[in-house]
């Protein structure tokens, strides 16, 4: 896992787009960020024993309804009330029996803290994605990308994968 800051606190200065951001996909393999040019894309922290763990349902009706438009990343987290304990198997799983979910899904990676991927280093810190700070807060906050890998807005755990706040942008 990447560590975030260098010795000096400094933020890594490599990371000069959000297709430049390497991750592997639940079964390991690297996923290729380019491959969603010309596509928005939601990020999202997931985990399977989270009260918003629902909102799966409503991310894959997205998927299925946007899918010319929008890829969903999927990216299991435990760092909040260890609400995601199993490993890639047991995400798999949960994910296909309970909610079929086909929409893409990374490793299980740190969103927040020294050891954050740096995903979500660049989602979070406008030094790098060029429009907004924040914190994640919980699991189920989304961010969205537009197709050219501008940073282009982030919602909060409440915000239903199928806000209007966020479906206006694919229309």
């Given at each position: 896992m990447a560590t975030l800051a260098t010795p000096q606190g400094d933020k890594p200065k490599n990371l000069k787009s959000f297709y430049d951001i390497k991750i592997n996909s639940l079964n390991g393999k690297p996923i290729d960020l380019n491959d969603f040019k010309d596509k928005y894309v939601l990020v999202v922290n997931?985990?399977?024993?989270?009260?918003?763990?629902?909102?799966?349902?409503?991310?894959?009706?997205?998927?299925?309804l946007y899918k010319d438009q929008l890829t969903i990343i999927g990216v299991p987290c435990n760092q909040f009330g260890g609400q995601e304990p199993g490993d890639a198997d047991a995400i798999t799983s949960f994910c296909e029996v309970n909610y079929g979910v086909s929409f893409l899904m990374t490793e299980k990676v740190d969103v927040k803290g020294k050891n954050q991927h740096p995903l979500f280093a660049w989602l979070t810190d406008k030094s790098l994605n060029g429009k907004h700070d924040s914190t994640v807060k919980w699991n189920f906050q989304k961010y969205l990308i537009d197709g050219h890998g501008n940073f282009v807005d982030y919602f909060f755990s409440l915000t239903n994968p199928s806000?209007?706040?966020?479906?206006?942008?694919?229309?």
């Amino acid at each position: 896992m990447a560590t975030l800051a260098t010795p000096q606190g400094d933020k890594p200065k490599n990371l000069k787009s959000f297709y430049d951001i390497k991750i592997n996909s639940l079964n390991g393999k690297p996923i290729d960020l380019n491959d969603f040019k010309d596509k928005y894309v939601l990020v999202v922290n997931v985990a399977s024993k989270c009260g918003f763990t629902s909102q799966y349902k409503d991310l894959q009706d997205l998927h299925e309804l946007y899918k010319d438009q929008l890829t969903i990343i999927g990216v299991p987290c435990n760092q909040f009330g260890g609400q995601e304990p199993g490993d890639a198997d047991a995400i798999t799983s949960f994910c296909e029996v309970n909610y079929g979910v086909s929409f893409l899904m990374t490793e299980k990676v740190d969103v927040k803290g020294k050891n954050q991927h740096p995903l979500f280093a660049w989602l979070t810190d406008k030094s790098l994605n060029g429009k907004h700070d924040s914190t994640v807060k919980w699991n189920f906050q989304k961010y969205l990308i537009d197709g050219h890998g501008n940073f282009v807005d982030y919602f909060f755990s409440l915000t239903n994968p199928s806000s209007k706040k966020i479906t206006n942008y694919l229309k």
